[in-house]
């Protein structure tokens, strides 16, 4: 392995290691957050632009936040059905960037997103993916109930729009914000 192929890796780890965990007993909870759903908004934007990640404080802060049941949610949320090839982009090009501990959180949408997609194959990878690394990942814990179950894949488009508004009512006090 060349130096150049460890440095990106080392780079995001680097920063990683400069975000705290969210403190759920300090007031800061909801505050933590929401810089982690603000987070994820702008790595959507920065993808948009040219299919590709480089920001890698960014990269870190949406990893290190997406631990955080509210903020995966969140990320959830965004996710638009009409562009599902996008989002499978997004959520892959994050997995694979992504160091070990912070895996599950990506791989777990990703597997929604492809159980949505009609793609089990890869779903069924993704959620794999997410167990190995954290095997009492709930929503990970739960796809695979639900993949077991073959639930319509369209449910997960649905949820999605019940529950966007709730966490945003949570993280920024309306439902207007996405």
Known sequence: MTNKEVKPEQELLNEISKIEEIDYDSEQVRTQ????A???????????????????PLQALVLVRMQDLQVRDYAMGVIQSERLDFYIELWQSLLQI????????????????????CDLTNANKSLDKALSENP????????RRVFAAKWPSGSFA?????LHPKVCEYLFGSTMAS
């Not at 959180?105 to 990703?110: E, H």
């Open 33 to 36: 957050q929401r810089e982690g």
């Open 38 to 56: 603000l987070a994820i908004a702008d790595l959507i934007a920065e993808f948009e632009l040219d299919k590709s990640l480089n920001n890698k």
């Open 98 to 117: 992504a160091p070990i501990g912070f895996k599950a959180g990506p791989a777990t949408i990703l597997a929604a997103l492809y159980y949505e997609n």
């Open 136 to 143: 009492e990942y709930g929503l990970a814990k739960l796809l």
């Open 158 to 162: 649905r949820m999605r729009k019940e």
